[in-house]
Structure formats: C-alpha cells, structure tokens
C-alpha cells in the first residue's frame, strides 16, 4: 500500500512540475489558463488519493471547493479571452497600402 502511494505522489508530483513548466512558459494567457487549471486538477487527484487511502471523509470540502473554484476559473478566464478577442476586432482597422501603376500614353508602366 505505501508503494502505491508512493508512485502515485512521484507522478502527481512530475505533472505538477511539467504543469508549472507550462505556467511559466506559455506564451499565451490560454496556455497558462490550462495549466492553472491541470495543476488544480492535480491537487484534486492527489488529496482524492489521500482521502481514499487515509479513508478520511474530511476532505471532501476541500475537494468540492477546488473543483468549483477551477471551473469558474475556466470559465471566466474565457469569457475574458472572448471579449478581449471582440475588442480587438472593433478598436483596430487594417489599413493596407494601395500600389497605383500609372500608365502612359505609350502603354508603358512606370
């Protein structure tokens, strides 16, 4: 029981660490949403295994908090992405060159 345990920490300990790898290097605010919200998943996981191994009920708030708290988290993270993406559209207006050939009497461009 206790080696179980123990590989269930060293991998939700080694996806934790790729998930802050993640948070710290994505380029964008997308990215490191979704790594916020693995690394919430995570620490579910891991006090999920916790509870089930310590067979401690008291954990449960706690798991029922953190769940809440990455789903509204998701989702306010992408409603803000969506009307940042519409403000984008409405605020900027694409001015492209306009190339002329002059033509002369003879035919020739210039």
Known sequence: MNTLWIVIAVLLGAAALLGMVRLLLGPSILDRALSVDALLA????GLG????????PTV???????????????????????????????????VLPVVENTVEEKGETS
């Open 42 to 45: 995570f620490a579910v996981t």
């Open 60 to 94: 449960l708030p706690t798991l029922l908090v953190l769940s809440l708290l990455g789903f509204v988290g998701s989702i306010s993270v992408a409603k803000f992405v969506a009307r940042r993406a519409e403000g984008d559209d409405e605020d900027e207006q694409v």
């Open 49 to 56: 295994a916790f509870a089930a191994f310590n067979r401690d």
